[in-house]
Nanobody, 115 residues
């Protein structure tokens, strides 16, 4: 089993920045995908970004150029640096880990950007 704990959410003005962090604990395999999804009120959960253990990354089109994902394999952490935040980025952000056993989710952290 893998446990994930996110931190770093909050209220930020449009154009501002936040950095989300996620720490994974438990039975961690070295070859995992770590990443982030988000869910806005009344909408389905949507992909934001992921990073492979070797450092390759993938981003949703709506965050390219604004968000940067990074990970520390030794510490089992994955961060999401969010810049130039917009009201439409308001959502609960969920950290996830995918390995050969399945997908594990964190409890989510709220990001609010007022319009």
């Amino acid at each position: 089993q893998v446990q994930l704990v996110e931190s770093g959410g909050g209220l930020v003005q449009p154009g501002g920045s936040l950095r989300l962090s996620c720490v994974a604990s438990g039975s961690i395999f070295s070859t995992t995908i770590m990443g982030w999804y988000r869910q806005a009120p009344g909408k389905e959960r949507e992909f934001v970004a992921y990073i492979l253990s070797g450092g390759n990354t993938n981003y949703a089109d709506f965050v390219k150029g604004r968000f940067t994902i990074s990970r520390d394999n030794a510490k089992n952490t994955v961060d999401l640096q969010m810049n130039s935040l917009k009201a439409e980025d308001t959502a609960v952000y969920y950290c996830y880990v995918r390995d050969r056993r399945g997908v594990y989710w964190g409890q989510g952290t709220q990001v609010t950007v007022p319009s």
